[in-house]
């Protein structure tokens, strides 16, 4: 059974500072991995897909790198503002199934 | 549409009440998938529909729980008989199936009393 950890759980960081968030897993045998951002009350928005194939995606200041083989991935954020903070997850995709999650890191950036 | 809603957004219902939510999906996607959050965790997987179909329902706790998707646009999660410990955030989200990006609803938050 795919077990999805995500490592903090909680992070104060002062604003400006580049932070890294990770995440592993316990079946490397994944289609893809996703990391989202969850806003307190709200749903999830989606920010990074990296496929199996690929080893990183970049959207502006975030960067997710996957490391398939030893099941693990990285959220990389850069100068870090207070409109960052939320909740962080990570989650993976093992085919024609449901994503399996992880518990979340809850980002504070402090101005 | 332009995304995934849910309504209601909010629903407070007292302990053995019956309650529905509502998903619609983003326009022509096939697969749809309905999670539940508790406080503090990950959303958790309850069932699954390609088209019309359960296509995995496995994530369902109990018989109390149920969805149907009749034309495989709209969907509704059923719960019968609810308890406290049903209090989570419900959210829905849409694909075009396999492993293609999942759209997340902003969820329905239910509060049983």
């Known amino acids: 059974k795919q077990e999805v950890t995500q490592i903090p759980a909680a992070l104060s960081v002062p604003e400006g500072e580049n932070l890294v968030l990770n995440c592993s897993f316990t079946?490397?045998?994944?289609?893809?991995l996703q990391w989202f951002r969850q806003d307190p009350g709200k749903g999830l928005t989606s920010l990074l897909l990296?496929?199996?194939?690929?080893r990183e995606q970049t959207s502006g200041r975030l960067n997710a790198s996957l490391d398939k083989s030893s099941g693990r991935s990285t959220l990389y954020i850069a100068a870090s503002q207070p409109g960052d903070s939320a909740t962080y997850l990570c989650?993976?995709?093992?085919?024609?199934?449901?994503?399996?999650f992880g518990k979340g890191t809850r980002l504070s950036v402090i101005a | 549409g332009a995304g995934v809603s849910q309504t209601p957004s909010n629903k407070v219902t007292e302990k053995g009440k019956y309650v529905e939510l509502r998903c619609d999906p983003i326009?022509?996607?096939?697969?749809l998938y309905w999670y539940r959050q508790s406080l503090g965790q990950g959303p958790e997987f309850l069932i699954y529909?390609?088209?019309?179909?359960?296509?995995?329902d496995s994530g369902l706790p109990n018989d109390r729980f149920f969805a149907v998707r009749p034309e495989g646009s709209v969907s509704t999660l059923k719960i019968q008989r609810t308890e406290r410990g049903d209090s989570a955030v419900y959210l829905c989200?849409?694909?075009?199936?396999?492993?293609?990006?999942?759209?997340f609803g902003p969820g329905t938050r239910l509060t049983v009393l």
């Open positions: 989200a849409s694909s075009n199936g396999g492993a293609d990006t999942q759209y």
């Open positions: 079946d490397s045998a994944i289609y893809n």
């Open positions: 990296i496929q199996s194939s690929q």
């Open positions: 989650a993976v995709n093992s085919g024609n199934t449901p994503l399996v």
């Open positions: 326009s022509g996607h096939t697969a």
């Open positions: 529909f390609q088209g019309t179909g359960a296509a995995d």
